[in-house]
């Protein structure tokens, strides 16, 4: 079946650092990519997608590139802000499987001032 | 534009009592989701609807229902609840299998 890894967390980082949160899947077919973003208290919502190979999804200032050669997709950012601090998802859902996702266990990011 | 709405957004049950969470959107989605959340865990399948009148299962099921009798509204039901089922509930709806999926708030359920 499909699957998720990511880097596990937590991740603490300074203010202006970068980021860098690893996602690879394993899926069966040709799958949509996502990353999510979760704030404390709150539902998840999306940050950036990618729905083919070589695509690049981007929102924020963050970035992901779909990479197939690599089963990857894994979400940068060139300078975190502490308002970046919060559990980030990654997930894949296939059009062949009713859009059920399969979510990465997410990672905590907490950025310090 | 209200999205996806869950209530309640708390609640806290006796082992054996039963509840039904509620999950509404406006945005006119065929597919709706129901997941959990436990703690530093990712989020797990419980049930999934294509269209109204269409449920299944998803990777954990058991000690929920589900119905789907209008596109709206998306109700689980927990039977006879359980310490296990102590979890955070996401509702969740996309337009199609590949678009973005939107989710509610979430209700934070405890059952001592």
């Known amino acids: 079946g499909d699957s998720v890894t990511q880097m596990e967390g937590p991740v603490t980082l300074s203010e202006e650092a970068c980021l860098t949160i690893?996602?690879?899947?394993?899926?069966?077919?040709?799958?949509?990519l996502f990353w999510y973003v979760q704030y404390p208290g709150e539902g998840l919502q999306l940050l950036l997608k990618a729905t083919k190979a070589d695509d690049k999804g981007s929102n924020k200032g963050f970035e992901a590139t779909y990479r197939k050669e690599t089963t990857s997709f894994h979400l940068e950012k060139g300078s975190v802000q502490v308002s970046d601090s919060a559990v980030y998802f990654c997930a894949l859902s296939e059009k062949t499987n009713a859009g059920k996702s399969t979510f990465g266990d997410g990672t905590t990011l907490t950025v310090k001032p | 534009n209200a999205g996806v709405t869950q209530t309640p957004k708390f609640r806290i049950l006796k082992i054996g009592q039963s509840m039904t969470l509620q999950c509404t959107q406006d945005m006119n989605h065929n597919y709706m989701y129901w997941y959990r959340q436990d703690p530093g865990m990712g989020l797990k399948l419980i049930y999934y609807s294509v269209g109204a009148g269409i449920t299944d299962k998803g990777e954990v099921p058991n000690g929920y229902n589900v119905s789907r009798s209008t596109t709206e509204d998306f109700p689980l039901r927990l039977e006879l609840a359980a310490p296990s089922q102590t979890s955070v509930y996401f509702c969740?709806?996309?337009?199609?299998?590949?678009?973005?999926?939107?989710f509610g708030q979430g209700t934070r359920l405890t059952v001592v």
């Open positions: 969740a709806s996309r337009r199609t299998e590949n678009t973005e999926a939107f």
């Open positions: 690893n996602c690879t899947y394993t899926a069966t077919g040709y799958p949509s």
